[in-house]
């Protein structure tokens, strides 16, 4: 273990903590910059804030001297200078370097201190502060992070959780995962409730023949059967893998050789079998009947996933062919020295680890690069699982109704979206940013990570999320929680003003245009902390014609849909391009006016392009409208910098007319007080169809 004379004289385990629940964290996802403002604060925390400033814990104070240290082959500054000098040539191929004065993200300084790693998980940062001349929002910069590890038989195992992620997950992370799932078992209510109603058909992953650890056996234990078994799950856009052939299995027994499945297949019952669980599922090997007829939106399909002891999740598998168990990116370690609060010390191995979700810890949980993370079928698998063990293209992680946990070490007290009535605390503190008293808050935050799915087809939107939605509705007292068209009842009129993000038209010309199934992006149904002060719009009634009758579904696809509402429909029109102020920002976009407005307004368009050159022709062929929703309000001002949020905002739908006689949404818009027009067009409400 080698170090210079800097680090040689830092207690690494026991590092100041960085008070992060005083701090906004704004990510800059180009040049991999992590920037910390202290929120505003009175002034009685004024002392405490110097005070914690006194306490840090001096590393470098500049790149020239951590050069130094690098070069005489201390190991943790080799790795700090690796991510210093990666941030530095981001920074270099933006141009961004020796402009801080004309940058709103400044580059770091690094005069460079250390804090310990946030909560879930052993380790450290090290921050710098701004470049000096920078005269933009004060903050401060990650210049690097760090997570800690052991070997399984190191004296200090009992303590630090993590082990090296090895370069194929090998027998001993295996046995890790089980003593995982047995610590849920026994310390954690409502992730698992043994002994839960089974499939038809189930893989028998010991049977009594001689061949039994070469072949599995389809069975069925009956209507009223009870037992532990895993589910697969594995990126199936297209649909159910097609491997089944009758020439696999034996006339007698109905046994399937296992060496002539799929990779993926004969590594979930190898990974089963390993967790000592009797029994498996896999779609194409234990649905009964046609696998054309197969409903992956019925409620049979969803308590597959739901009932199962644990769900084996191929995450980081584009498809069957390659297994579990594929090649992890080599990590490289630096020894430090490592005392715990047990008394053990020893060295251990410090790691970098990713900027943005070491402050935005739902990073590792959205998983968003991994193949299994692009689809709306896995999305439903995933939601619907009490606990997943996700084998993962960085390493295994495991994930349950209370606990979020790498095998490099991160242990999270939040999880990702469930279908129980009862979440971890930080979880509602952390993952979901509106009201923890609006009952629906749930709901925006899953339809938020679902727009980021791709469709294989169109007709998926709404079906490859009933499964979720009948398990959700389930928590919805009274009529609140019928269900229409994506939105519930209950939540009318508010969610209708979801902000399209990114949207492409869905494909599906059934989908009412007011509902986010009729795009293709994300629906933000979020007021970001705002509360709604005054309704304008009223629910007259709502009306659903199923796509398909004879299932009685009222979860899956629509064939048309309507709310009818009371709501004031204010005239707005097309601001020319020879109206437009040239230096005006929003010049070039598509923008609004109402008559005797005291400003423009700029819609969020649904699917159409916002730039006037693209859109002009199309909107000036419609008769347009703001279909004035509610108003809202902040508590309190909401600011980074000198960026005041205001107080008062009217939430609306840009409208125009339909064939039928009735509205169509195009987009969402957001007003200030007279930017509709005289207050008294407020008052003026018409009742008419949203289709």
Known sequence: MTLCQLCQSISFDALPIFPKDDCYAIANDTSNRVLLFPKPRDPAHDAAAAAEETQRVKHHPDLESLRRAAAGGCEPCVLILGQADAMRAALHSRGEEGSAARRWFPAPSFDMWLTQRLGGGHGFWV??????????????????????????????????????????????????????????????????????????????????????????????????????YAA????????????????????????????????????????????????????????????????????????????????????????TSQGLFFPRAERQYARIPYAAQAGASSPVLAFCLPLQKEVQREGYIWMEDEPASAGVWNFQERVLSPRVVHFASDQLYVECVQEFVSEDGLRESICYHKTVAALPAETNKRQLSPPATDPFSRWYAILYDYGRRKMATPVDKLGALANVARAFGEMIPGDGGEYVAGHWKGSLPVSLFWQSLLCTPSGDGRAPSWSWASVQGIPAMSLGGAIVDQHYATVVATHVELANAADNNPFGAVRSASVTLEAPLIPLRLVE???????????????????????????????????????????????????????????????????????????????????????????????????????????????????
């Not at 197969?294 to 084996?312: F, K, L």
Request: hydrophobic residues 40%; proline residues 6%; aromatic residues 6%.
């Open 127 to 228: 921050m710098s502060g701004p470049e000096k001349g920078f005269s933009g929002p004060k903050g401060l910069l990650l210049i690097a992070a760090f997570g800690v590890v052991v070997e399984q038989d190191d004296p200090m195992a009992g303590v630090i959780h993590g082990r090296p992620v090895k370069a194929i997950a090998d027998s001993e992370a295996l046995q890790r995962v089980a003593q995982c799932l047995d610590n849920c078992d026994r310390e954690h209510d409502g992730c698992h409730q043994p002994a839960r109603v089974v499939p038809r058909r189930l893989l028998n992953l010991h049977t009594l023949q001689p061949d039994s650890k070469d072949s599995v056996q389809v069975v069925e234990l009956g209507p009223d059967a009870h037992a532990e």
């Open 577 to 691: 391009q020879d109206e437009m102020n040239d230096r005006d920002r929003h010049a070039g976009r598509v923008l609004l006016r109402g008559q005797g407005a005291e400003a423009d307004i700029i819609p969020g368009l649904d699917t159409m392009e916002k730039r006037f050159s693209a859109s002009a022709d199309a909107l000036r062929s419609m008769d347009l409208y703001a279909l004035v929703l509610f108003r809202s309000h902040m508590e309190e001002k909401v600011c980074l910098g000198t960026c005041p949020i205001p107080q008062a905002v009217f939430h609306g739908l840009l409208v125009t007319s339909a064939a039928d006689g009735g509205m169509r949404r195009l987009g969402f818009l957001l007003a200030m007080p007279g930017d509709l027009g005289p207050s008294f067009l407020l008052d003026n409400r018409e009742t008419f169809k949203l289709v």
């Open 232 to 319: 697969l799950s594995y990126a199936s856009e297209n649909g159910v893998a097609r491997c089944w052939d009758k020439s696999m299995a034996a006339t007698d027994c109905n046994s399937i050789p296992v060496a002539a499945l799929p990779k993926i297949f004969q590594d979930s019952i190898f990974v089963a079998r390993s967790l000592g669980l009797p029994y498996l599922w896999i779609d194409s090997l234990c649905i009964p009947g046609s696998l054309d007829e197969w409903q992956r939106s019925s409620p049979e399909a969803g308590s597959v996933y739901a009932n199962a002891y644990v769900t084996i999740s191929a995450t980081g598998a584009a498809d």
